[in-house]
Nanobody
């Protein structure tokens, strides 16, 4: 069974930090290192937006709104990607999703809620 499972969300004050994790499981991810992984987020009433991407080679790209504050990384031995989020703002409040394309199909996790509020 193919699964992407996110964790690490929660309630944090503006200026705070959170680290999200996404663990990939299933036979498709036996060689996890070959997959480009993405983090998306969706705020209430807004479309889902791409936040960060990490390639198989470890190169990263970020949305302009999070560049300099968020860092995406991966641990291939653990089939895990991370999203370190610093200097959080209320506008970062959203459900964050881990996703990838494997064997021609897009897989999504269930999402983890991040709420930035005082």
């Amino acid at each position: 069974q193919v699964q992407l499972v996110e964790s690490g969300g929660g309630l944090v004050q503006p200026g705070g930090s959170l680290r999200l994790s996404c663990v990939a499981s299933g036979s498709i991810f036996r060689v996890f290192s070959i997959y480009t992984m993405d983090w998306y987020r969706q705020a209430p009433g807004k479309p889902r937006e791409l936040v960060a991407t990490i390639t198989s080679g470890g190169s990263t790209n970020y949305a302009a709104s999070v560049k300099g504050r968020f860092t995406m990384s991966r641990d291939n031995a653990k089939n895990t990607v991370y999203l370190q989020m610093n200097s959080l703002k209320p506008e970062d409040t959203a459900v964050y999703y881990c996703t990838t394309t494997a064997q021609g199909r897009r897989y999504w996790g269930q999402g983890t809620q991040v709420t930035v509020s005082s």
